[in-house]
């Protein structure tokens, strides 16, 4: 963007949602979270730090997601029967791993998407909110509080299943400001099995809501 052949530090949030590839709401929630920075004009109209776009940009860059990843994010969703999603938000790339392989056994085979990073999946689900959400609360950058507190003011995000995987226990969680009663907060090791018994809830729930039950945004 360049005005007059100088490029411009700032950019609207129409010019931001189409850099980033998300809609303008999911950018004003972002600003409102702290994750893009900007400010308001005379007027009322908010200007995003161009910045602070490309910042975001760079932290949820193919480059630091794991290669199952990269692809999840470029994939097409199926057009029927649609697969239940799952996103697992976790920094340890053992715990990544050993997600990938153990969701692989599912009945229901689930499309499993992995990020090492709230960036990456904040991104990911300004695009397309998945139908669970497995996250840690410790994680570098926005952790699992920030991430879960930016998707509790997205009203799109409101049918998306939201379990947490963590070593902290329940007064650290309190001490750290608590989360919504509707997240089901599990303790590690990894459950695997109450993960798939939530999993496979979940699928018989979606199939009876219909096929073409879906939560994209455009």
């Known amino acids: 963007m360049r005005t007059g ?10 010019e931001a949602s189409t850099l980033l590839g998300v809609s303008v709401g999911t950018v004003q929630l972002w600003v409102e979270s702290g994750l893009l920075q900007a400010w308001k004009t005379a007027g009322g109209h908010r200007r995003v730090m161009r910045d602070s776009v490309e910042r975001l ?17 470029a994939a ?25 392989v153990r969701m692989a056994t599912w009945p229901m085979a689930p499309e499993v998407d992995v990020f090492n990073n709230a960036f990456g999946a904040l991104l990911s689900m300004g695009r397309s909110c998945p139908d669970m959400l497995v996250a840690d609360l410790n994680m570098p950058g926005i952790d699992g509080f920030g991430m879960l507190q930016a998707l509790q003011k ?8 939201i379990v947490v995987v963590t070593g902290l226990d329940p007064a650290d969680i309190q001490a750290r400001g608590g989360l919504s009663p509707q997240i089901e907060v599990l303790s590690k090791p990894v459950p695997f099995d109450r993960l798939q018994q939530i999993a496979v809830a979940l ?15 455009s």
């Open 154 to 161: 997205a009203p799109e995000s409101a049918g998306v299943r």
């Open 203 to 217: 699928a018989q729930e979606r199939r009876l809501q219909g096929s073409d039950h879906t939560f994209n945004r």
């Open 57 to 73: 940009l760079h932290k949820s860059s193919p480059a630091e997601f794991p290669v199952s990843a990269r692809a999840s994010v």
């Open 76 to 100: 097409v969703e199926p057009v029927a029967p649609r697969r239940l999603r799952i996103l697992v938000v976790e920094d340890d790339a053992s715990l990544l791993r050993l997600y990938q």
């Open 5 to 14: 052949g100088i490029e411009k530090s700032f950019c609207t949030t129409k």
